[in-house]
C-alpha cells in the first residue's frame, strides 16, 4: 500500500507540506500508522500546477527520506494545488513509471489500494483501453491501468462517473476470473482547479483518508508552519493519514464515498460503482 496527500488553496512550499507536520510523508514513509505497511520506501512522486494549466512532476525510485534533490527543489517549489505520494509496492517494479502521480493532459491521478488479481486479469484491462489513449501508458501498475480505463470511461468530462464506471468494469471483469473482492482504494484526481477524493473497497475496510475542513484548526495544529497563518479559508488538505494528532482537526472520509474540493461548500457523495 501507499500514503498519499493533496493540498488545494493559497500557494504553498512544497517543503512546508511534507517536511515541516509532525506526523509528514516524510515521517510516514517510515512510520505509517494506519496502513499495512510501516514502511514505504518504494519511490516516490510530486505533482503540481504552475501557470500553466499543464502540471509537471518530480519522480524517484528511492526512498523519498533520502533524496537530497527533492529536499532543495521543494524550498523553491510554490504551489495552489500539490499531489505528494510514496510508494509501497504491490508487486510490480520499482521503477518511475511506476511511481505516482500519474498525468495525462492536464489531470493527475494517484491511488492506495490494489486491484487483487491484477496479473490474472490485465490483459482483459488493457485491451478496454481506448486504442488513442494506450500509448501514453509507460509503466506496469495496476493504478495506472485504473487511471487510463477512468479516463476511457469518461473521467475528463465526469470525473466521479468516470471513476464508478472503471470500477465497476474492474469488478466485473475480476468477478468473471473468480476474483470476488478485487477493489480497495483511496484516489486523488484533480484536473488543476478542482480535486476529487474517493474511497471504496469491494469488501471490508477500504484504505484510510481524511480531509481537514476548517483552516483555523489546521494553524492551530501546526504553529511550527507560519504560512498556515495566511491560507485562504478555502484550504484544504486531503490525506492517507492526518498530517499530526490535535482531536477535530482530521475528519475520515466515510467508506463508498467521495469528497469535491471546490470554491464554497465542501460536499461529500456517495460513491456506487457503475456496471454498465
Same mark, same amino acid.
Given at each position: 500500500?501507499?500514503?498519499?496527500?493533496?493540498?488545494?488553496?493559497?500557494?504553498?512550499?512544497?517543503?512546508?507540506?511534507?517536511?515541516?507536520?509532525?506526523?509528514?510523508?516524510?515521517?510516514?514513509?517510515?512510520?505509517?500508522?494506519?496502513?499495512?505497511?510501516?514502511?514505504?520506501?518504494?519511490?516516490?512522486?510530486?505533482?503540481?500546477?504552475?501557470?500553466?494549466?499543464?502540471?509537471?512532476?518530480?519522480?524517484?525510485?528511492?526512498?523519498?527520506?533520502?533524496?537530497?534533490?527533492? !529536499?532543495?527543489?521543494?524550498?523553491?517549489?510554490?504551489?495552489? =494545488?500539490?499531489? #505528494?505520494?510514496?510508494?509501497? @509496492?504491490? $508487486?510490480? /517494479?520499482?521503477?518511475?513509471?511506476?511511481?505516482?502521480?500519474?498525468?495525462?493532459?492536464?489531470?493527475?491521478?494517484?491511488?492506495?489500494?490494489?486491484?487483487?488479481?491484477?496479473?490474472?486479469?490485465?490483459?482483459?484491462?488493457?485491451?478496454?483501453?481506448?486504442?488513442?489513449?494506450?500509448?501514453?501508458?509507460?509503466?506496469?501498475?495496476?493504478?495506472?491501468?485504473?487511471?487510463?480505463?477512468?479516463?476511457?470511461?469518461?473521467?475528463?468530462?465526469?470525473?466521479?462517473?468516470?471513476?464508478?464506471?472503471?470500477?465497476?468494469?474492474?469488478?466485473?471483469?475480476?468477478?468473471?476470473?473468480?476474483?470476488?473482492?478485487?477493489? !480497495?482504494?483511496?484516489?486523488?484526481?484533480?484536473?488543476?482547479? =478542482?480535486?476529487? #477524493?474517493?474511497?471504496?473497497? @469491494?469488501? $471490508?475496510? /477500504?484504505?484510510?483518508?481524511?480531509?481537514?475542513?476548517?483552516?483555523?484548526?489546521?494553524?492551530?495544529?501546526?504553529?511550527?508552519?507560519?504560512?498556515?497563518?495566511?491560507?485562504?479559508?478555502?484550504?484544504?488538505?486531503?490525506?492517507?493519514?492526518?498530517?499530526?494528532?490535535?482531536?477535530?482537526?482530521?475528519?475520515?472520509?466515510?467508506?463508498?464515498?467521495?469528497?469535491?474540493?471546490?470554491?464554497?461548500?465542501?460536499?461529500?457523495?456517495?460513491?456506487?460503482?457503475?456496471?454498465?
Amino acid at each position: 500500500m501507499c500514503r498519499w496527500l493533496a493540498y488545494s488553496g493559497t500557494p504553498i512550499l512544497v517543503a512546508d507540506l511534507l517536511y515541516k507536520p509532525k506526523h509528514s510523508l516524510i515521517d510516514q514513509s517510515l512510520h505509517a500508522r494506519l496502513g499495512p505497511h510501516t514502511t514505504n520506501g518504494d519511490g516516490f512522486g510530486i505533482g503540481w500546477y504552475g501557470d500553466d494549466e499543464l502540471p509537471a512532476f518530480y519522480k524517484g525510485v528511492d526512498p523519498i527520506w533520502n533524496d537530497r534533490n527533492l !529536499r532543495e527543489l521543494s524550498t523553491q517549489l510554490r504551489s495552489h =494545488l500539490i499531489f #505528494a505520494h510514496i510508494r509501497a @509496492s504491490t $508487486g510490480t /517494479p520499482v521503477q518511475q513509471t511506476n511511481c505516482h502521480p500519474f498525468r495525462h493532459g492536464k489531470w493527475l491521478w494517484m491511488h492506495n489500494g490494489q486491484i487483487a488479481g491484477f496479473q490474472q486479469v490485465k490483459r482483459d484491462l488493457i485491451f478496454a483501453v481506448d486504442p488513442d489513449l494506450y500509448p501514453f501508458v509507460e509503466g506496469s501498475s495496476d493504478t495506472e491501468t485504473f487511471f487510463f480505463l477512468a479516463l476511457t470511461m469518461g473521467l475528463t468530462d465526469d470525473p466521479p462517473a468516470g471513476v464508478e464506471r472503471a470500477v465497476g468494469f474492474i469488478e466485473q471483469v475480476c468477478r468473471k476470473h473468480g476474483i470476488e473482492d478485487p477493489m !480497495r482504494m483511496s484516489v486523488a484526481v484533480s484536473d488543476g482547479e =478542482l480535486v476529487w #477524493a474517493f474511497r471504496y473497497s @469491494s469488501a $471490508g475496510v /477500504p484504505p484510510s483518508l481524511y480531509y481537514s475542513t476548517d483552516v483555523d484548526t489546521l494553524r492551530e495544529q501546526h504553529p511550527e508552519i507560519p504560512l498556515f497563518a495566511k491560507l485562504s479559508e478555502e484550504t484544504r488538505l486531503v490525506v492517507s493519514e492526518p498530517l499530526g494528532d490535535l482531536a477535530g482537526a482530521w475528519n475520515e472520509v466515510p467508506s463508498s464515498h467521495y469528497g469535491v474540493i471546490e470554491p464554497g461548500k465542501d460536499e461529500l457523495r456517495i460513491f456506487v460503482p457503475r456496471r454498465e
